[in-house]
């Protein structure tokens, strides 16, 4: 099963969804603002993709942040961050049963589901 994770709003998330459609791959979309996200699974994307990687530091909401806080990050406060708004997660995360990536583009959608 394929999962794309987002937020759906996101011109990135519109991007990989239709570039899915288009290639005839059958996926599930996760919004994190209307169907939530658990702290278990975050935390796994975590340990496997690297908190660094997952905390999406050139968006808005990370920009709004008080420097204190920006300049303390840590793997714990940058989950708990992520948490409570989820729009600080890189987009999309596409997981399949196999591998999860973050990001698109067409070449790396291309390589994945060639």
Known sequence: MTTLY???N???IRKA???LDANGVEYAFHDYRKNGLERDLLEGWAKELG???LLNKRGTTWRK???EIKNSVNESSA???MLEQPAMIKRPL???DSIKTLGFSDKQ???LFA
Do not use: Q
């Open 65 to 67: 942040l008080p420097d």
């Open 51 to 53: 908190w660094e990687a």
């Open 109 to 111: 959608y291309s390589e």
């Open 10 to 12: 996101c011109d990135t």
């Open 94 to 96: 596409l997981a399949t």
């Open 17 to 19: 969804k239709k570039w």
């Open 79 to 81: 989950i708990e961050l």
């Open 6 to 8: 987002g937020i759906s």
